[in-house]
């Protein structure tokens, strides 16, 4: 079956580490995107690519870096920049380019804390 | 620039009907959603309009006006599992999805 797919599910990191969240998607989308959320709150965009090897900064980019060198992965690096990392980290994809885009189909997420 | 605005909270009564309201700003719209997202889980995708008017999917509808930046999930015979938060997201054409705080949904028995 085609899906998304985040691990791991859950993530420990110690202040001061860089650790990377993997997404690999089976569904053959050009466009990729990483969300952050926090309790009680809604999405967050932290980067977005809608083709291989290009990626854009969303809202809340800074302490991320991503990169996308296959079409189907597009994994998210959270740096010692990150001020405050503890949050649940939602990757999805989508057709993209526009008109014809489907929804964004969401992999498990991530839950990531800091200790 | 761009914004999107839902109710933080509602509650409604098993069996019936209740509408959650989204309102939207953006210069470059190309399709509204509505997602429900379960505490602890990933949002799963409920509907999608691109044109003007009501979209029904069983139990529930969503309906879209453009030219007010408008759009509502309508949700019927409401079951305790519909007790969940609800996100509208629009696409920005060529970009993204942008996406609300969220309307947290309570269904009382």
């Known amino acids: ?115 | 620039g761009q914004n999107i605005d839902q109710p933080t909270e509602m509650t409604a009564t098993e069996g019936a009907i209740v509408q959650i309201n989204c309102t939207y700003q953006t210069s470059g719209f190309n399709g509204l959603f509505w997602y429900q997202q379960h505490a602890g889980e990933a949002p799963t995708f409920l509907s999608y309009n691109v044109l003007d008017g009501l979209e029904e999917k069983g139990r529930f509808s969503s309906f879209l006006s453009r030219s007010k930046g408008y759009s509502y999930l309508l949700l019927k015979e409401l079951q305790m599992k519909d007790s969940a938060s609800y996100l509208c997201a629009f696409y920005n054409y060529g970009q993204n999805f942008v996406f609300g705080p969220g309307t947290r949904l309570s269904v009382l028995p």
């Open chain 1, 1 to 115: 079956d085609g899906g998304i797919t985040q691990s791991p599910k859950y993530l420990f990191r110690k202040e001061g580490q860089n650790v990377t969240l993997s997404c690999e998607q089976n569904l053959n989308h050009d466009a990729m995107y990483w969300y952050r959320q926090d309790p009680g709150q809604g999405l967050r965009l932290i980067y977005y690519s809608q083709i291989v090897n290009d990626f854009q900064k969303g809202d809340i980019a800074e302490g991320y870096s991503v990169s996308r060198e296959k079409k189907e992965s597009f994994p998210l690096t959270v740096t010692s920049a990150q001020k405050n990392p503890t949050a649940f980290y939602l990757c999805a994809s989508s057709s993209g380019q526009g008109i014809g885009n489907t929804e964004a189909f969401f992999g498990q997420g991530t839950r990531l804390t800091v200790v």
